[in-house]
Every structure is written in structure tokens, then in C-alpha cells.
């Protein structure tokens, strides 16, 4: 099947579910990134136009690892419009991509570009099967399942489902480990957990909430045109 | 694996999750029923001895269809204990069926038995793996998994996992209609559903929330020592 | 008084409160509808243009059995706009019915669109009594009572208050086989319910849960500008 | 119709519901108290026996200006029991005054005899029709409706019905007036309200929150085999 | 530290934080208010631009009682708009003052001006120490804390903190006063209350809650990247 | 002030907030300890009444690095009676002590005895200032303000306050390890982490949340009767 994961920013999708999306390249299934944001500005001190490259090839890097493929949409951070152009877009992608798991940010995420990536793909996804909105891209006949992924450390998430990534971590770690503009920042609170350091706590904690050594949390929320009778997760 | 469902009365396990036990037995699992009370003032206009032995012989009865074993644990309708005697007792039949997987009542159910026995079970739960109460049984090593199960007419329960009963619909309905004293019931009220009535339109209902024509709606809460990362319903 | 049900597409109203606005109707009440959306997409195979005048024609013929008058918004099917031009045309209609009752979608409903009109109606039930936001229609003296309706299948729905629309029935069932084109649908999954029997399941269940033969459902929320100390309902 | 009002201590009710007990008897109604605890230790520095028989006059005084009778369940403040005793106790008692409307303490209310009295009702109302538990009086053929009433100062409280006790505001007055043995308490903080000025503020609060000058606020929970079609408030 | 209170319309700081800020003020700390509509539309009768002065001028005076400054984003009332440029317009006011605390209106708060400034100002705390996002003040290295600030007669809003402004309560008194616009407004409905005592009314209520005799109620929703280990409010 | 902690088992109160006690005791406050069960089925293959000796010791040891007292109420683990002879008994040591804060279990921990300490706790505080219910220490004058502490791994916690415990990690460390018959558990489950590990990740955890090296977490629950107007936390 096709797994489409949707991320605000480059490294969002490796640091919340890269296991989980090992798992299913590993198994077989085609993987897909959805990059919202370029993410130019979380490259400090580097110019913009610079900063959107190095941060697009180090989404491309990850992604090749477990061999997805990467849709750039290509918005400033903190740039998604209030207008429905970003979600006719986002809509384009998924029906393009035709995925049978959606993967995202939880609404309850305290970035506002999680946020707002949150409620886009919640959107898109409704309207995915809306056959009078047209898009280059065919209607799709049945909504794909939409699960949210963990937020940083955990906060106001509350978990209903998990993937053992005991098998994955070095993977996962691969992905994350190719966003060098991101592993290279110095904070200056010297507590400020790195992005790596925030990855290794909770794949450790969510791992041990299930019984494993490593794990990813999702929360699937039931809507009466997404619900599953089988387990869509590995 | 071993299926444990813990239903309040007589009848309450076929009428909220028969279908999905009879999935398991299906599959090759072996199924147990434990049933809280006696269910004798369920029969009306009935002695009470009298009526406690006919409900027990229909529990039997529908068990018997998929080859289920039952424990009657044999308390009064309304009369389960407040001090700790139910839950030991309950506590040595989990441990005993050393069960994957109980079902049972939520504490959302509007019947007094159903929240008590709802309580009862997540404690009894909790206390399988705890090695010093010691009952008949050993304890277990691992808690199994907790799904709670439908309310009657789906009031104050949000589902978020379901059970596709489409093929085992004629089995559920036989299962339910071992219970005489209760679809023999007439109430005052014309506009009152009969049992039987309650379970077509649950049935139904749950079905077109998920996309089948019959299904079976459960929750699971995901707590720390009982969260899986496996589907364990059928 | 004046009633005013504002629906999302042609045929919400009539699905989700008919019955309830029938039984005013007969009371001697005054009744309106607002429809948002043209509903033009929801014609299948149908030109827009051709399917938004089905749809405006479907709409004039239920609202007739019962002798309610209608408006229409003409936004096209997931076409409100982010901005408040939809928000400023509806606030007019409001002060120009200048209603008792406001039924509406509820916040919760799984549809864009019904979603989004939500959020609409709530916004202009607070400022049809804001002086200084000039309309045609002057500014109303008090707010309008709110209800939500029912949602499909009462999915994310607790209702608090239900209507007996057991008298109506009929009424309703001849006000929603008016929209045609909506009850000819042909869906690909033989399981997916017809808009009729969604109608017939809901009056049927809502009906059980107040013990009456058919009722529809609504919720209240309390707001110091606009809770009531009688009923409103019929 | 018979209303009967549940109170934890004497006062309670007629600080919580006096003015639509007052309605309810100037429309004919007729009005019952049921008393849990006996007040005695809220009576400072009078002996047990005497303040037992102050606050049951009280009570009495109070119910007589309204022409209503008086069931003291007796219990020691603080004394409710755990086991079933109270629950059999209150079940005789609401299938006696056999109502229509039971009003009592919501299970948020931070006193903890007001909790324990909600839990007594809920169930007490819950078990009021079920054939085979025997008291005294025959079981009801239909639960009454049961509406929890406001808390000291409305914290934890968010009620979804008023009534406008306007006109009997100072039948209110005089019924709380009858408990001299509370209204006459000192307190060391001089900040810490007199229960006569909770009552002023509550009820001018609630007042403004419906747009009468003075209200009690109520709370209706929906449940299946209780929720009504039309409003049993007066 | 530099506190700065957010309201929508020219006296709502006063009304809901104003024995707060003159607390701070009185502690030596620098206050600042910041004003998102012009107020204009609220005193009835009068031109707008007059009196968008009057409001202007009656904030000034209140804010000078205390020592405070204003910021008048002058946007009109009902007029947020629904891009990102009244965001961008509040970063900029809060990375100038550079506040430690921030404090502005709940979403739960029933008025739509007020909601929309709520979400306004999370986004903007959020956005305050993003590098990226250049205005002309340079980004803050700490986000502000943020509390809510209570609602008109407190409903839909639960405060987990208090402040104590017996000391400040003529203060706070004189700083309404300040807005004639608004006292002196005579409203149709005689019970409803005017501007001074819905602030009369809180103190008090609020007082009554935590002990004092007048005190201010606030909410404080945990963040990581904002929760802190003190005490922030006086 | 003095200071009063109250753990289900022994090790619970240096688990989840040791290092706020050892602040309290370093800033010169009486810190007592209150400990429910005697934790003799919690040291594998140790006989009961040698367990007990063990464990009482255990406790003694630790919280003698921080000068505090012990009250141990010595009830069997998962023996706390459903009656009021635990609540009683715990109501005498809470006045005994006379504290200003109480710390305990949260009622959404997922142990059944912590559950049940938590609600023995909320009760008994309320009844602290009940002048009729007579124990062998007076009533007191003002309730105690009660802090829930955190849980096993956070899981269904949302904590409101934080305490910074950096300077005092090693004392809680050193409580910890006092706890040699929890220490030296040896588990089936490779993966099941230790005491000191769970303790150890918790405060990273709980640190980097709020800014800081080591952290521990707290929820307050505003209540009208223990509603504080300054921190009362370190």
C-alpha cells in the first residue's frame, strides 16, 4: 500500500515517525514525504535561499535511505496562507499519491505550524474523496485512515496506538542524523535538549510505555468515514 | 489465545460482543463467559431460584453454540458487594482463564451493575500480575488486554476500535435468542425496544460506521502496563 | 416566532431537524430556511450549473410542504470563503428573519463544510446584536436561542434535549424525498446507506433513547447572551 | 406532579432549590424533602442530641412554608455508609413520594456528604424501577428525571437550565432564614461569607447568567431511560 | 519585569486584569496595555471616528493611573481581519516591550472580538522568539509567560490562579471609571447590569473563592516551551 | 510550615517527589512522611512479616537523610478497607501533623492502591476542618493545600506546577537507593526499567519541560475551600 507522512518542516516526519515508515519500506509498502513548510528560516544565520536548499537535500537524503520520495510544498515557515490555496495543494499530493495510511501532526501540537499543518491535512484529507472539487489528480474513493503522530516530548498527546522501532533505531537515527543543519544548532539555555537528544528520550520512553525498547506513539481518532477494522499501523 | 468476557448478567455478553467471540472461537481461540450476577429478578414473574437456574441454563446454552466455557459467579442483580469479596473472586477466574484478552463493560454504561462491574474488572485486571494476593491460581505474568464494550443503544461511548461480525450475524442472533426469559419480555411501553430489537440496530448501526453491513464497536484505553502494539481483536 | 434553520447543502435541514420544523409549522410558527452551499457537486454526472438549479428547485419543494420560505446563499460545495464575506451575508439574513430559534450544524459534525458553517452561524448569532456592524436589516435587540442538530449517525454528538417528531413523520420523509437528486444516488459500497435510510435509522434510534416512536436531537450549550429559561423546542 | 428535592444536611435545600420548590408549590405541585444527614455537628458547640432536633424543626419550619413535607434519613453528618444501607433507605423513600422530578447534588460539588448524596441518588433513581429489589413500597414503572442543582458559588458547576425565581425570592429568604443554628455562625475569617449572602449572590449571579433577576441553575445530564421531551422545570 | 496586558476593546483590561496590573505597578515593574480594536462601535450614538477618540483617550487615562503606556493597534471592532497581518502587527508590539508576563483573554470566552484576540496572542507569544520572522523589534530569546484573564461573570472559565487586589480595589475602580463611553451606557433590559458591576460582582465572587475580599481569577495552561518554576503573578 | 507527604507504598513518596522534600526540609520546613500500605508483598520471595520489617526500615532510612518523620499506617498492600477505618486513622495523622501542604497520589494513576490513597487523601483533607468529627489531635482551622505528584512515567498526568530539583538530585537519589529491596528487583522483561531508572528519566524528562536540569511535576486542582493565592511549592 502507499503511505503518505506529512510534515510541517524538514525533519518533523524523521523525528516523529521515521521508525515507523522503516518499518513499512522494510515491509514492502512505498512511502512518501510531504514537506509543507522549506523550513529556510530554521537554518540560523544561514540566507534564506541557501538555507531552503541545504534543507530540501537533507530531506532527500533521509527519505533515500528507506528509498521514499520526497513533495516539497514549498511555503515559508510560518508562512501558510489563510486562504485555501496551501489545501487545494496539500489535496493535489495526497490524491496524487493515493495513500491507504495518511500520517500527521496532532492538532494538539503547541507549534503553530504543526498546528496549521494539522488542520490542512484533516481538511484535505475530508475533501480527497469530494468528487465536484477537481484537482490534476482523480477523487479518491475512499478516505485514507489519518493518524497523528507524537508531539515534542509528549506533551498533550495522549497515545492510543504504537510501533515497536526496536528493530528500525539505527535507521531512524541514519534519517534524522542528515538534517545537519538541525543536529548542528547550539542553544544557549545549555538544558535545551538537542533534536537528537529529544528523538533518543522519546523512542526510550515511548518504548517502554508499550513493553518494547523502542517505540513511536499515534493517536487515531474514530470518524465514521476513516475508521478501520484492521490494524493499518506495522 | 485465551478470550476472557466479563458480562454484569446473563445475556449482556451476547448482546454487546457475541459476534466478536464467536470470531475468536472461529479462529481457534478458546473463549470463556464469567457472568457477575445470577440475573434471577431478570425474569419476571419468576421464583427466584427458579429463575436463576433457567438463566443460567440459557448462558449455557449460547456459550455452548461457539464451544465457550462459562463461570457463574453467582451474585444477586444489584447485589455485588462493596467490600473486596467480588473482586477476589473475579481476581481467581482472570487468573485461571489466563487470558490475552478480557472484554467487558465501560464505566460509562448507565446500569448500576454494568459500572460496577466495570470497575470490578479493571481492578481485577490491575491485581493479575500483583504476586502477593494469592489466590487459589497463580498470578500472571503479563495483565492481559482490556477493550471495553458497547453501551446499550452506543449512549455515552465513543468507540475507537471495531469488529466486522457480517459473517457470524446468524450466530450472534442464536446466541441471543437462548435468552427465553428475555425476548419473551413484554414491556408497558409499545415504543420499547426488545432485546433482540437493541441488537439488529446495534449491529447495523456500527456496521455503516465502519463500513460493513454488521460490526461490533469497543474502546481501548491505553495505559502503560496493558497497551499493545498488535491488533488483539479479531 | 420566527424559525431559522440554516443547513450547509440542500437537504441538511431536512434530514437532521424536518421533523422539528414541521411540528412548528404546525404550531403556527413562522419557519425559514438558509442553505449555504449550492450543493451543486453533489449532483454526480450532472452539469454545475444545471445541478445548482436541481438542487435550488429540491430545496423550494420541501420547504413548501411545510410552508417555509428559503434562502439561498449560492456559495459552491467547499467554496466559503476564509474570509467574512459569507460571515456578513449571513449575519443580513439573520436580522432580516430576525428569529427566536437558530438551528444549525453542529461544531462537531465530520464535514467540512458543516463544520465551517458552524463556526458561521455561531459568529453571526453573537453579532446580529452588535449595533455598529451595519446590514439592510437593523440590529436585533436580543440573540436568537441556539440549538445544534444532530450529525450522520449522531457521530461526536451528546444531545440533550430531543423533539417527538412522531406526529410529522410522513411530513418528514415527503420534505426529504423531495431532493431527488441526493436520494438517486448509487454509492460503489453496497453497505454505504441511502440519505433515506440514515433519516429512518436516526429518527428510529433517536426516538428509542426518549421513548417515543421518532424524535430528533439537539444540544443546547449554555452562554450568559443567550441561555433561555423556558422551552423553545416543540 | 410529586417533585422531591434530596439534600445532604437540612439547608441545603432551600439554598440550593428553595425558589423552584416555591414555583413548583404555588403551581400545585406536590413537594417533598428528603434529608441525608442530620445536621448535628454543624449546629457548633451544641450538644449531638439537641442539635439533631434544632436543625430537624428547622427543616420542618422551612418545608412548611411551602407546604411541604420532610424524610430525615437520620445519618450522622460525615456518616453516610458504605455499604448499601443508605441506597435501600433513599430507594423506599423515592418509590414512596413516587416522583416525577428529583432534584439533588451534582457529583462535582467539593462537599464530600453533597458527592456521597449524589452517588446515593444516581443509583437510588437508577434501581427506583427494577422489579426485584424489594422495599416497602411497589417499584416505579418509569425512572423519574433527575436534575443536580448548583454548587456554593457554581464552582465546578456548568448548569444547561435556569428557572427564574424572581417572584419568590423572598419565600427563598424565609425558608433559609428558618436555620438560625447556620445563619447565626461566626467565623473567624471575616471575609468568609454567611450562608444568607451566598444565597443573595448565587441568585442574582445566576440571574444575570439567564437575564431575571434572580435564578437557581440547574444541570440535566441526557441518559437513555431518563431524558425527557419536555421541560419538567417550572 | 515588563508585563503586558492584551484586550480587544478599550476596557477590558481594566475590567478583567486591572487590580493585577496596578499590583505590578505598585511592585515597580513597567505595564504596558496593548488595545486591539478601536472600541468604536461601542459607544452607541456616537460617530466613529469621534468615538474612536474618546475610546482612545478614556484607555490613555486609565493606563496613566497606574503609570502604564498604551498600544492602539486600531483595527475596528468586529475587524480582526482573518490574514496574518494583525499577527504580525501584535509580534511586533510584544517583542518591543518585551514582556515577561502576558496576559490577554481565554478562548473560552463567549465574545467573538475576544476569541479572536486569544488565539491571536498565542500565536504571537508563539512566534515571538522564531528568528525567522523579522520585524522591527529583534526576536525575544525566551517566550513570554502567558495567562488567561477571566470572562464576563466567569462562565466557561475555570481559574487555577488568584490574585489578592483588596489593596488595589479603588484602584482598579478609578481605571473603569476612566471609560464614560461605557458607564454610562442605559441598556433596555433593566436587569442588565452595567459595566461596574459585572466588575463589582467578580471581585468579590472571585474574593469569596480564594479567601480575600476582592481578588482576580487566571489561568495558566501548561506549555514546555513556557511553563515556569515560580510565581510570575504578584 | 510543615510539610506533609502521603505514599500508597514505601518508595512512592521518594519517587515521584523526594527531591521537593529535601528543598522544603533545606529551607528549614518540618517534612513528615504518611505511608498506607507496608509494601510486604512488594520484596519478592521475603516473608511478609520479615518484608515489613525490611521495607518500614527502608522508609525510616530515607527519610532520615532529610530530617523527616515517618507515620506508618501499615495496611497489607491492596488491603485499604472500603469502609472509613483507613480514612479515620489517615484524618488523625493529618491533624496530628498539621500541615499547610499536602503532597499525594493523582486519582489518574494507574494503581490501584495509589487510586485509592488518592481518594483517602481528597477525603480526609476536606474532613480536617469538620469541627464534629471528633479524633484524638483537634480540627483544624484552615484545609491544607493538596498537590497531586506525579505518575508512573507521566502517563495520564497533566502536570500545572513544576519544582526545579537540580541541586538536590543526589539526596533524591540517595532516598531512592535506601529502598534496596526495590532496587535489587531482578524482572522477567529485559526491557522493564528499574526504579532508579524510571526516576531518573522522569526528572530529565520533567527538566527539560520546564527549563531546568532535574525536575519534578505537580497538578493543582483549584478548589473554593484550598484555592491558594501564593506558591506554596519550593
Chains 1, 2, 3, 4, 5, 6 share one sequence.
Request: charged share 20%.
Amino acid at each position: 500500500m502507499n503511505v503518505l507522512a506529512i510534515g510541517a518542516h524538514p525533519d518533523d516526519i524523521e523525528l516523529f515517525c521515521g521508525g515507523t515508515l522503516a518499518r513499512y519500506a522494510q515491509a514492502g509498502h512505498s512511502v512518501c514525504f510531504a514537506v509543507i513548510c522549506d523550513g529556510s528560516g530554521g537554518a540560523w544565520g544561514v540566507p534564506a535561499e541557501e538555507a531552503r536548499r541545504l534543507r530540501e537535500a537533507e530531506s532527500l537524503s533521509a527519505a533515500s535511505i528507506i528509498g521514499a520520495t520526497v513533495h516539497h510544498l514549498g511555503w515559508r515557515n510560518h508562512g501558510i496562507p489563510a486562504d485555501d490555496s496551501a489545501l487545494l495543494q496539500l489535496l493535489e499530493v495526497i490524491r496524487k499519491v493515493d495513500p491507504t495510511v495518511v500520517i500527521s501532526h496532532a492538532a494538539t501540537d503547541c507549534y503553530l505550524d504543526h498546528q496549521r499543518t494539522s488542520r490542512l491535512v484533516d481538511d484535505a484529507v475530508s475533501l480527497s474523496t469530494v468528487r465536484d472539487i477537481k484537482t490534476e489528480s482523480p477523487w479518491l474513493p475512499h478516505q485514507p485512515g489519518l493518524f497523528y503522530m507524537d508531539t515534542t516530548l509528549g506533551l498533550s498527546f495522549r497515545p492510543n496506538e504504537y510501533v515497536d522501532i526496536t528493530s528500525v533505531i539505527e535507521v531512524k537515527r541514519a534519517m534524522l542524523e542528515c538534517h545537519r543543519t538541525q543536529t548542528s544548532l547550539v542553544f544557549e539555555n545549555p538544558y535545551e535538549p538537542s533534536i537528537m537528544e529529544i528523538m533518543e528520550m522519546s523512542a526510550f520512553f515511548r518504548g517502554i510505555q508499550c513493553g518494547v525498547q523502542y517505540a513511536e506513539a499515534y493517536r487515531l481518532e474514530p470518524r465514521w468515514d476513516r475508521t478501520m477494522i484492521w490494524r493499518l499501523l506495522p
